[in-house]
């Protein structure tokens, strides 16, 4: 399995971006997918994640702004961050696991990181 994730950038606070996490591999559709940041000063947070059922999850730092959904057609999942802050700050992270989402990091395969930076 091989993950892409992409869309990062530098937006100021209030905009919106979309990160995607491409999956390569055939197990998409029974693989949930999570997504994680990191920054220099702290330990990679869960961010969001979404079961192979399309069930939902959000940290408390990013509920009612982010939206993570998925598009099995294309293997591909994506997280909505909308009203960004500048402690949204950090890079993102995608990873994979079969089945059942978690909000620890304890998935099997992980994506190479987009950068996010917020300026307020």
């Known amino acids: 399995v091989q993950l892409q994730a992409s869309g990062g950038g530098s937006v100021q606070a209030g905009d919106s971006l979309r990160l995607s996490c491409a999956y390569s591999?055939?197990?998409?559709?029974?693989?949930?997918v999570g997504w994680f940041r990191q920054t220099p000063m702290k330990e990679r947070e869960f961010v969001s994640a979404i079961n192979y059922e399309g069930n939902t999850y959000y940290s408390d730092s990013v509920l009612g702004r982010f939206r993570i959904s998925r598009d099995n057609s294309k293997s591909t999942a994506y997280l909505q961050m909308n009203l960004l802050k500048p402690e949204d700050t950090a890079v993102y992270y995608c990873?994979?696991?079969?089945?059942?989402?978690?909000?620890?990091?304890?998935?099997?395969?992980w994506g190479q990181g987009t950068l996010v930076t917020v300026s307020s």
């Open positions: 591999g055939s197990a998409f559709h029974r693989s949930a």
């Open positions: 990873a994979t696991r079969p089945l059942i989402a978690l909000m620890t990091p304890n998935y099997n395969d």
